[in-house]
């Protein structure tokens, strides 16, 4: 074999192999847009560069499928619904504290849920894996939480943190809803 044949066979061999590899990255990226959703352009804003966001949402998919995440019991369940629907109801009389209830109520579910609750930036971390469609109105509603917290939230405000905080609420019993049950 001459050795111009074997250049363009080592040429050939390594375009093959750059071909492949940016498909494959391109195949990840779509995957992960569409998995992720909005949070993908956030993460994608926050890093400045799409390699070094991919390498955090893959990091956040292989952290989330260590965690035991798990249906509620189904009387946990209607007792989380019940509670939702008494903190909505408490709102037209005390919204600060309705607001503030909505929010540990949030928290509690998640927690149940196997969501570790510690730190808030963790938090939104994890939830984005699975629940990133909902995720924009559960920041929302913390950036409410935040400026109630201050002194500097209205009625309308808190109002609208309780329909922020009610879209993650949801999503949380309607996502575990659809999970199979498993016996221990």
Known sequence: M?????????VSVALVAAVGYWLVRLRRRHILRDQFGDEYEIVLE?????????RELAARQERHDHLDI????????????????AVQARFVDEPSAAFEEADRLVEDVMADR???????????????????NVLRHYRRAHQIAQASAAGHAT?????????????????????????????R
């Open 114 to 132: 196997g969501y570790p609750v510690g730190d808030l930036n963790q938090r939104m971390a994890d939830l984005s894996v699975e629940h990133s």
């Open 70 to 85: 798990r249906p509620l019991d189904p009387v946990l369940h209607k007792r989380y619904a019940e509670q939702w629907r």
């Open 155 to 183: 009625t309308e405000d808190l109002r609208e943190g309780m329909v922020q905080y009610r879209q993650l609420f949801d999503a949380l019993l309607e996502h575990q809803a659809a999970m199979p049950t498993t016996r």
């Open 46 to 54: 926050e890093h400045g560069s799409k390699r070094q966001a991919e």
């Open 2 to 10: 001459s050795s111009e044949l074997i250049v363009v066979a080592v």
